[in-house]
């Protein structure tokens, strides 16, 4: 009898085990309706042929990212508006946001995934859904946050494949150089035209393709994080800012936190930056309007005495970010672009915003992605 229970407890635990395996490996697609509208909310100056800055502000959302292919529909329409509006040449230099190449980390994941509540939610479905290849990659994990750091990490070489076959085709297929945003890759490079991963620590970075979809250049680090990135993100150092030669001048790229630091525009300047462009990232809904935080775990700039509570969010970005670091950077152009939406339970918010050295303007606000251009 003995004998028999333990052969039908291992015969259950055999079945429960397989049927793991079997759903860890299920993957369908669901259908998923995507807005692909977009408005034009500001065009300041005019087309003289040198060129324009034009920033994409995408209203994006978990479902947007079950694919590489859902993502470049959204964004692909976005470009197309522009062109059918006049505003892309030879000579643009498309901006987007900070982390939009970030959440391809869940490209190809279940369903319960993009219906999750919270991102913490989406993480552990993530987890449970891959255990051997998160079993990997928590071994390898450095940051403090060791379930972010292997989750990253867990699907870096297909992100990275992702993100460059993405952002380069859009760049080529539009006839554009485009500022791709951001995404978090372990320790990577740029070699022989191709973005590769390593096995340092995780940064935030920027990469820019030229419109033959080639990367310009090495990936521009973060130097900044902020304290919901210090868990997994390593910080850089203002010594590998660079500037990448563009049809409409030598271009600079501040990723988000990094345009509220005078260490950047020195170096850039010092570079001979003709145009800055700042992809950012806002999260919580309606924070641009509520009262000014601090640099959220940042170090303070030794140049601002301002304390947080004196300026609304938005007031801040103003005075302390681009808009009013530019007049003093050498630069002649600079727009910062933010990503709006509902990633989870992140929320988001922010004005995407062009400056020169004599003033700054606002997007305004509305539903939907929103485009702002500003002619060089």
């Known amino acids: 009898m003995r004998k028999l229970l333990r052969t039908l407890a291992l015969t259950i635990s055999l079945a429960i085990l397989a049927s793991y395996a079997l759903w860890t490996e299920m993957r369908p697609v669901g259908h998923y309706l995507s807005d692909l509208r977009s408005e034009i909310a500001l065009d300041e100056g005019e087309n003289a042929d040198h060129g324009n800055l034009l920033g994409i502000q995408p209203e994006l959302f978990a479902g947007d990212y079950q694919s590489r292919e859902r993502l470049e529909l959204k964004l692909n329409a976005y470009l197309e508006k522009a062109r059918s509006e006049g505003l892309l040449n030879a000579k643009t230099v498309v901006v987007l946001p900070e982390h939009v190449g970030t959440w391809l980390v869940a490209a190809g994941e279940k369903a319960e995934v993009y219906q999750a509540a919270s991102v913490s939610e989406a993480m552990s479905w993530m987890a449970i859904s891959n ?183 938005g007031e801040a970005w103003q005075r302390l970010a681009l808009a009013g670091r530019l007049p003093g950077s050498g630069a002649q152009a600079g727009i910062t672009v933010f990503m709006r939406g509902q990633l989870w339970d992140m929320g988001s918010d922010g004005q995407s915003l062009v400056a020169t050295p004599t003033h700054h303007r606002l997007a305004a606000e509305g539903r939907g992605a929103r485009l702002l251009n500003l002619w060089l």
């Not at 791709?180 to 973005?195: C, F, T």
């Not at 250049?217 to 130097?223: I, S, T, V």
């Not at 950047?264 to 003709?274: F, H, M, N």
């Open 131 to 313: 255990p051997l290849r998160l079993a990997r990659a928590w071994l390898a994990a450095k940051g403090d946050d060791r379930l972010a750091d292997a989750l990253f990490r867990m699907k870096a070489k297909r992100m990275a494949q992702d993100y460059q076959r993405l952002f380069g085709d859009l760049a080529k297929r539009f006839g554009v150089t485009l500022v791709a945003g951001s995404i978090v890759l372990p320790e990577p490079s740029v070699e022989n035209g191709r973005l590769r991963i390593g096995s340092g620590p995780l940064y935030n970075i920027s990469l820019v393709f030229d419109a033959d979809g080639q990367p310009l250049g090495q990936p521009q680090r973060k130097l900044f994080p902020i304290r919901d990135e210090q868990g997994f993100t390593a910080a850089a150092s203002a010594n590998n800012l660079h500037v990448v030669d563009t049809p409409a001048g030598r271009l600079g790229v501040l990723i988000c936190a990094d345009s509220w630091y005078p260490a950047g525009y020195a170096e850039l300047a010092r570079q001979g930056a003709q145009l800055l462009a700042v992809p950012a990232f806002l999260t919580g809904n309606g924070n641009w309007s509520k009262p000014w935080g601090g640099y959220n775990g940042a170090p303070t700039p030794a140049d601002v005495t301002l304390h947080p509570g004196e300026l609304s969010e």
